[in-house]
């Protein structure tokens, strides 16, 4: 028998009737020294001075979420990207879901008076999923971005949504309001052998010798000399040159044509002295009679690089040949640059054109983006200020028809110029960067607590203004993470909202819900709670390495069973299917999850943006190497023969033939098995009891 412990009356600490729910379910396949290079995870309190997030999107089940953590341990291998353009610092633009931590990209900083261009770095890289809003501007330029992103305008830094009132006012976008930036940016230029052969005409008519002469020999016959050489202080457009002449089969050699000194860098050359050679180089550099538009594109790109510069806000390209200034203006004209040219007498030298492209950093960033030319310091736009003459007014704001998932990146200067406006690091995730974590893996290790999250939740409850709406919990990480065992802030969040008969949904990962069944099961007495449960796969092996940190499906299925017994509504997400590996599972997925008791359902089909499907090659090659190859022929035949679609509406379902058939057999299982044929969100919000509001009590000071 337990001894009595002094000042207790309890002699033991017996499980509560619910705990066994959750402690033997089903064993999820691995093992803590199993781990290879194991990394422990570390948590920390964060202080919070509020804990109800907000959004006013009208498209999603919710207008409210809470977070009780920061951070998430499940460790899944899945996730998205989006297809913003952000500014490089070498003056190209590149897609937000291609960049990498310490890649160099441009921000802005206040210099004097004026916002100017700077670069920076890429600190730390995520994506989060919720709801999207579309932003139309008046040049043209569209930005897809959370309620919570912030751009800047002629007024200062505002958020994409918000309110004029109340708790949550901040300042939002309005129609009128003005963009600070460039406008948005242009499509690189395709490099077909049009543009080559045009890239080489302006090369080599700028800046190369091509000739061929005769000389006498004493004793011999006149001797004919053919020479072709091309020297660059610039590798970059050195080395494109001779790629693209390679791939006409004219072969060149290199050399130095002039070492570097204490006031010059060191200047490359290729050459060749082949007859047939120099042939084929003035047939590719003839001024072909009705040039493409791609020619136009090359031309100009090598014109820049072999005679062009870009300093003190001017882009200029120079050159003494009438016929080549000619050919200029004729390319800009067809590409739809307005231009000047400036005629300069010299009395030294011959008389020079100058053909100045006009219109500021907005035609200039343009005209890089369109021709793409190869010398990268020549795009350099550091120092200059953040004003325009574009129209970068807002017309229109409107939410997009689903919650997608965004991605956002942390720079030195905490911000990015993005599809050519200036745009600031959303909330999601910046902390771990701010403190000098990763979101990467420090993300799932790293991981951060509210212990006052109740406090929190009770004050803001009882605020006069406060106004009742169903509440999401864990719209950005898990609520339900192996960590919530022991800090139970999910469960204190639940029985504040349980007191004040809140309505409440929850999606999660985790069969750790059903250890708050109590509570669960008295909000569900008034149909104030709704739980899904994320069940890619039924295969214990297959989730050990898609999702190795969060609960079996069977664990989940017995969470599930318990909870609809109990009278709580619950609902399965079958997500993400993998074509080859777990694509078969759907139905029987949507079988045991109906089986559990559940009364929704609803999936998503993977996919793989840039920066994620490399990774996922990797994944496959290292658990499913038999079947990697076929995987992405599936994969790529749903995508437009892409790895990965982007285009709203058709990302989280695929499209084409395979596409539809998952499509048809989701529909036509869950039509059988009794699912409805559309999610419903609604709670009861009339119930709502909100906590007294109490004046804090004076202590005595004895």
């Known amino acids: 028998m337990a001894s009595a412990m002094k000042g207790r009356g309890a002699l033991s600490n017996p499980p509560g009737r619910f705990d066994q729910l959750t402690k033997s379910f089903e064993h999820d396949g691995w093992h803590e020294e199993d781990l290879p290079d194991k990394v422990e995870t570390v948590v920390l309190p964060e202080p919070s001075r509020s804990i109800i997030s907000r959004n006013a999107s009208p498209d999603i089940g919710f207008s409210q979420s809470i977070n009780p953590y920061r951070g998430c341990e499940h460790a899944c291998i899945y996730c998205v990207s989006g297809d913003t353009q952000v500014l490089m610092a070498n ?128 004793g011999r016959a006149n001797d004919t000399q053919h020479h072709f050489r091309l020297a660059l202080c610039d590798d970059e457009a050195l080395q494109r040159a001779r790629e693209y002449l390679d791939a006409i089969r004219i072969e060149t050699s290199s050399f130095v044509f002039a070492s570097a000194s204490a006031s010059r860098r060191q200047m490359n050359a290729i050459r060749t002295h082949k007859q047939s050679n120099i042939e084929a180089l003035r047939q590719v550099i003839e001024w072909p009679a009705d040039p493409t538009l791609e020619w136009h594109v090359g031309f100009l790109a090598g014109i820049f690089d072999a005679e062009g510069s870009f300093s003190q806000t001017v882009l200029r390209i120079s050159n003494t040949d009438s016929e080549i200034i000619d050919r200029i203006a004729q390319s800009l004209t067809k590409l739809g640059f307005r231009h000047v040219i400036e005629h300069q007498d010299r009395i030294a030298a011959k008389a020079i054109d100058v053909v100045r492209v006009v219109g500021g950093l907005p035609e200039h960033l ?21 004003k325009t003459q574009a129209d970068l007014s807002i017309t229109r704001i409107e939410p997009l028809s689903q919650s997608m998932r965004l991605y956002d990146i942390t720079t030195g200067t905490q911000d990015f110029i993005a ?64 960590i919530e065992r022991e800090y139970k802030v999910t ?8 007191r004040t008969r809140h309505p409440v949904n929850i999606t999660t990962k985790s069969a750790l819900v059903a250890r708050d069944l109590d509570l669960l099961s008295d909000l569900a007495r008034d149909h104030l709670v709704r739980v899904m449960f994320s069940i890619p796969t039924l295969n214990n092996e297959v989730k050990r390495v898609l999702e190795p940190r969060a609960s ?44 559990a008791g559940a009364s929704v359902s609803g999936y998503t089909v993977l996919r793989l943006p840039w920066e994620v499907k490399d990774l996922f090659r990797e994944w496959l090659a290292e658990h499913f190497p038999d079947r990697a190859a076929h995987v992405m022929s599936v994969v790529r035949a749903m995508r437009g023969e892409r790895d990965n679609d982007p285009d709203f509406g058709t990302r989280m379902h695929a499209t084409g033939p395979l596409a539809q058939l998952i499509r048809q057999r989701f529909r036509l299982a869950s039509r059988r098995l009794g699912f409805p044929e559309e999610r419903q969100y609604e709670l009861p919000t009339h119930l709502f009891r909100p906590p007294s509001r109490r004046t804090p009590q004076l202590t005595l000071d004895l």
Request: net charge positive; proline share 5%.
């Open 91 to 218: 003056g190209t633009s590149r897609q937000i879901s291609d960049l990498r931590e310490g890649d160099a990209i441009y921000g802005t900083e206040r210099i004097g008076y004026y916002r100017r261009f700077v670069t920076t770095r890429v600190l730390a890289h995520w994506s989060v999923i919720k709801p999207a809003y579309r932003v139309s501007l008046a040049d043209g330029t569209e930005l897809i971005a959370g309620g919570d992103h912030r751009f800047l305008t002629d007024r200062g830094w505002k958020f994409v949504t918000g309110t004029e009132r109340g708790s949550t006012r901040r300042p939002f976008l309005t129609a009128n309001n003005k963009l600070m930036g460039v406008g948005r940016f242009a499509p690189a230029p395709n490099k077909g052998p049009e543009y080559q052969r045009g890239y080489l005409c302006g090369m080599i008519r700028g800046d190369a010798t091509l000739k061929s002469y005769q000389y006498e020999r004493e």
């Open 366 to 386: 343009r005209f890089f983006h369109t021709v793409d030319p190869a010398i990268t310091r020549k795009r350099d736009i550091r120092g200059q200020a953040v």
């Open 419 to 482: 599809n050519g406006v200036v745009s600031h690091n959303c909330y999601a995730r910046p902390s771990h960067g701010y403190l000098g974590l990763s979101p990467g893996l420090d993300f799932e290790t790293r991981l951060f607590y509210k212990p006052d999250a109740a406090q929190l939740l009770e004050a803001e409850l009882a605020a006069k203004n406060y106004r009742c709406s169903p509440i999401m919990v864990g719209a950005n990480t898990d609520p339900y993470q192996p």
């Open 491 to 498: 469960r204190s969040i639940l029985e504040v909202l349980a």
């Open 552 to 595: 079996s499906a069977a664990a989940k299925l017995k969470a599930m069973r318990a909870l609809a017994d109990a009278g709580v509504s619950v609902g399965v997400l079958v997500a993400p299917i993998i074509p080859v590996i777990t694509e078969h599972e759907i139905e029987a997925v949507l079988a045991a999850a109906r089986e």
